[in-house]
């Protein structure tokens, strides 16, 4: 007969004070959450915040949402969604590796792209033009979660979800939360150099020889080496950070990308389709907003919120038919 033992969220707490490194975030010094709730049994805050996410409508519509290539038809490609599960995987070996707390790390990565628009960050442009400054995902991540779908995450969360992007200032308040960031940094670039590969835009040899010096192979030796430069000069430093000559290679990496892949002439086509099909879609229901789905209406909010949390919220093909039929087939 197997013996088992119960573990407590009092046996996590106590783990995590006695085991964590100093300057980790324990789940019993969370800032709370905007409606107080009685503590699970089992689970900590933050592991209570990870299961919400992982079960919340948002992170299953990333499946079908764009990473690079749009819509793809290989099976292959990295999505949203897959992209989101490599983060969070690599965000939890940094925070194993440094001491950090493991579930609001994993609760940071699992939804810091859920306000994603469709066609990645091409739709987020064509919904800027809509606003009085920049549409950013982050911020509609937070809204997914406070407003749209509520599922009342830790402070911490949240503000790991606000700034997991780099261009985001403040920058997050947690150790865990600067984990995502680099986290984030490490995957898109790592695989979406595999996906270019595979699609024949890119060769390998064609990437910069500093990546090749420093980091090997491409795929799994890339991940490594700089998963161990982040750990090697937090260590060093007392702060999440990652070693400079690592860093500047990234940077050269991620300017080549932009060059090659991302911003190559022979996307514009596609951006300029799915302009015309985030625009179309917010038009049409300006127009007629009672076709927006009663999920999407906050009627104590304006008509463009609305719609923009609608069309934001599609995944890629959604958008793609309700362009079809709404508007090809008028």
Known sequence: MTEFKRRTRQDAERLEAELLAPGATLSTETRGRETPEEPDPYRTAFERD???????????????????????????FVTRLT???QVTQIGRSIATFLSLNEPLTEAICLGHDVGHAPFGHTGEDALTDY???????????LRIFRTLEPINLTWEVLDGIRAHSWKIDPPPSTPEGMVCRFADRIAYLTHDVLDAVRAGIIAEDNLPAAARDR?????????????????????????????????????????????????????????????????????????????????YRNRDDTDLNQVIDYVAGMTDRYALREYETLLQGR
């Not at 996410?53 to 290539?69: D, E």
């Not at 606003?131 to 991540?141: A, T």
Request: charged fraction near 25%.
């Open 50 to 76: 990870r299961d919400r996410i992982l079960h919340s409508k948002a992170f299953r519509r990333l499946k079908h949402k764009t990473q690079v290539f749009i819509d793809p038809a290989g099976d292959h």
């Open 83 to 85: 992209h989101t599960l």
């Open 131 to 141: 606003v009085d400054s920049e549409w950013l995902h982050s911020q509609q991540g």
């Open 215 to 295: 980091f090997g192979e491409p795929g799994s030796p890339w991940i490594a080496a700089m998963i161990e430069a982040v750990i090697e000069e937090s260590i060093s430093t007392g702060l999440v950070a990652m070693q400079e000559d690592c860093l500047e290679v990234m940077n050269e990496l991620r300017e080549f990308m932009f060059t090659r892949v991302y911003l190559r002439p022979e996307t514009e086509a596609h951006k300029r389709h799915v302009f015309t099909v985030i625009h179309a879609l917010v038009d049409y229901f300006l127009a007629n907003p009672t076709e927006i789905p009663d999920t």
